[in-house]
Every structure is written in structure tokens, then in C-alpha cells.
């Protein structure tokens, strides 16, 4: 091969190449990085969106069953990035590449063909992505509401390379209008309680406390502070990773009644971001701190997308009488099936009254169930 002929091989090969980087493009390295962020997508039965429970001006349309959605808001959401060669379409986000032809009914993600049912298309110099057929393998939570019919879209780009962070609660968005406001204990034959958690002002009683729970094949449930978890976020990590449930606390644990409500919303929303920032929500879950609730303060957590979780019985872990033969005992007195008992992770001393009482009960066939795992009956 002569030098002239050489030089035109390897021409041929760099425009391959760049024809290739121009299919399946990659955001700006310079670029801020928020697409790890978990977003909630809703769009309701008039295809208005809403992210992260603020209302987009952009709307979605319905070809027969397909629910499909503009590019912007998947832009907006996670962070896709779309681009067309004559090689066909591609579709990124975070790493993984959605890409088809035309009006193929199919598009290849990473190795697998995928049905579209209804292909992407233009209306009014937006593309439109069939939401259900696209996020659904791409491993978001994807459900219905009941009543409302609402269309809910879970997803983090963490969850790609850390599936695990993606939360069972998150089935609980799809059913958070048929949760009663301020549950306290469900009707119930089987033998569960539920324990709940609040404040975790000590991460290490916290983290001791997640790992005894799935020592018994159990788990709990966690109402975090913002500014603990901004603190630990590890020991959120752990406690998902261990399979508990994470509510909601608000960001720096003030009494909502002696606060203004523009002042509560933000308190709500702070925890709410903070989990965010690691791919993880709080989501549907919410407690009032020192309980401090009336019927207004519970319809704003409504308006914002939780329910408020209350509780039968408090273990009494706080308080200068406080000690570990009082909660156990307070634990033996009150419990019963179905039942939500709150503590607080804010001590060794709770983690010591735990260790203490769950082999009891155990022994006696009690199971330790999170909130969602108490509302869907295991």
C-alpha cells in the first residue's frame, strides 16, 4: 500500500468514527452534571407535565394507548441527549443509548431491540418519545395512579450503575391516594409492626440500627433530617442499600406550627432535594417533627406530594426518664399486629433497646416490616 493510498485509508476510518460519536453523543464533560438527580415525571389525564411536583409548560400527547412526551422534558429530567446521522437516531441518557431508524416500530438499546408500539415523531418542531416504552427498560419506576390516573416516572441515571438505589417505597407513589392521612396502624391477621425512626441524630446508632433489622430478615423505616444526611450520607446509602424505607423529616426538624407555611414548604422540599442529590427521594412519605400537626399543616404535605405518617405508640426513647427497661417495656405493653411504633436514632440507647426486644419478638412470630411493606400487606 503506497503512502497516498494510506493516508486515504485512514481518513476513511476518522470519518467512521466521528459518524459514530455523532450518533451516540455524550453530554459536555464542562457541562454541570445535575442528570444523576432523582426526578419524579407526572403527566395527568389532560398530557399536563409536571417535574418534580412543578407544572412544565410543556404538554405530551396520546397516540392511541402510547403516552409520548417532547425531548425537552426528558432533557430537562435526566439530562438526554439527542442526535441524527444517516445512520439513523439516537436517544442518551447517562450512558446508555436508545437508537432506531425512522419509523422503526423497534430501537436497540445497548444490545436488545425494544418496541417502540408507536414510533417517535414530530409535531410542531418537537420530537415526541413514547415515555412507558422508553424509561421503563431503561430501568425507571413507571405506574398509574388510582384514581386519577396520573402517569408516574421514577429515575435517577445513578440507578445505572447502582440499581440498587432504586427504593421499594417508590410503588407507593403510584398508590398515595388511597393511603390514609396520618396512619397509625393497619387491620391486619399477620403478625407485623412496623418500627419507624426519626431525627438519626447519630449516625452510628442509625447505621446499627438498619444492619440489626436485616440481621432478622426485617426491615424499618427512617424520617431523616436534611442537614443529617447532607452530614452522613452514607449512612443513607447503607439504609437504603439494606432495603428500609426513607421519609421525610423536613431539612432542619422545626415545629411546622410555629412557622410560616411558605417557611414549612421550603422545609419540606430542602430534605426533599438533599436525597435528590444522591439519586434517592423521600417520597411519599412525611412526619411532622415533636408531631406538631393540625389539618391545614397535613393538607400541605398533601399538596406537595407526601402523606403524612403518624404512630399508635412512641417507644418513650427521649426525655431525662428515659431508659432502655422503659422502652421495652412500653414495646411489650403496646404491641400488636399491624401497628406503627416511632423512636428515635439519635443514641446507643435506642439501638440497645432494640437489640434487646427483637428476639422476643420474633420468637413470639412477629415480622419487621417498613411502611410500605406494612401497607402492601407482607
Known amino acids: 500500500m503506497n503512502c497516498r493510498t494510506l493516508r486515504w485509508f485512514v481518513v476513511a476510518i476518522l470519518v467512521c468514527g466521528l459518524a459514530g460519536a455523532v450518533l451516540l453523543p455524550v453530554p459536555s464533560a464542562q457541562a454541570v452534571d ?59 441518557i447517562g450512558f446508555r443509548h436508545a437508537v432506531w431508524k425512522g419509523m422503526s416500530p423497534t430501537y436497540r438499546l445497548d444490545l436488545l431491540d425494544m418496541p417502540w408500539g408507536v414510533a417517535p415523531v414530530s409535531s410542531g418542531g418537537q420530537l415526541y418519545i413514547p415515555l412507558r ?36 417505597q417508590l410503588a407507593q407513589v403510584e398508590a398515595i391516594d388511597q393511603i390514609p392521612v396520618n396512619l397509625k396502624r393497619v387491620a391486619t391477621i399477620h403478625k407485623v409492626v412496623a418500627f419507624t425512626f426519626d431525627d438519626n441524630w447519630d449516625a ?16 424499618c423505616t427512617f424520617f431523616v433530617i436534611g442537614t443529617n444526611v447532607r452530614m452522613h450520607p452514607e449512612v443513607i446509602r447503607t439504609m437504603v442499600r439494606l ?30 432535594q438533599v436525597l435528590n442529590g444522591m439519586g434517592l427521594t423521600s417520597r411519599p412519605y412525611f412526619r411532622f417533627p415533636y408531631f406538631a400537626e393540625d389539618k391545614h399543616l397535613m393538607q400541605i404535605v398533601t399538596d406537595q406530594g407526601y402523606v403524612t405518617i403518624g404512630s399508635a405508640w412512641t417507644i418513650e426513647d427521649t426525655g431525662p426518664n428515659w431508659s432502655v427497661a422503659h422502652s421495652i417495656a412500653t414495646i411489650r405493653r403496646f404491641i400488636s399486629p399491624g401497628v406503627i411504633f416511632v423512636g428515635h436514632a439519635n443514641n446507643m440507647m435506642t439501638y440497645n433497646a432494640m437489640k434487646a ?10 415480622s419487621f416490616v417498613s411502611i410500605s411493606e406494612l401497607l402492601t400487606g407482607r
Open 133 to 168: 416504552e422508553l424509561m421503563e427498560p431503561m430501568g425507571a419506576f413507571v405506574g398509574k395512579r388510582t384514581p386519577s390516573g396520573e402517569v408516574v416516572v421514577a429515575y435517577s441515571t445513578k440507578w445505572q450503575k447502582e440499581p440498587w438505589l432504586r427504593q421499594g
Open 357 to 366: 426486644i427483637l428476639p422476643e419478638l420474633a420468637g413470639q412470630g412477629y
Open 34 to 92: 445535575t442528570t444523576s438527580w432523582f426526578r419524579l415525571l407526572t403527566v395527568d389525564t389532560s398530557l399536563a407535565i409536571s417535574l418534580n411536583g412543578s407544572k412544565l409548560s410543556a404538554r405530551a400527547m396520546r397516540i392511541g394507548e402510547t403516552l409520548l412526551v417532547p425531548f425537552s422534558v426528558l432533557h430537562q429530567a435526566w439530562g438526554a441527549v439527542y442526535a441524527v446521522s444517516a445512520a439513523g437516531s439516537a436517544l442518551t
Open 243 to 272: 432495603g428500609h424505607d426513607i421519609g421525610n423529616h423536613t431539612h432542619s426538624h422545626p415545629a411546622a406550627t410555629n412557622i410560616t407555611e411558605a417557611t414549612f414548604v421550603k422545609q419540606i422540599q430542602a430534605c426533599e
Open 204 to 219: 452510628v446508632a442509625a447505621v446499627r440500627i438498619a444492619e440489626l433489622f436485616h440481621a432478622y430478615n426485617g426491615h
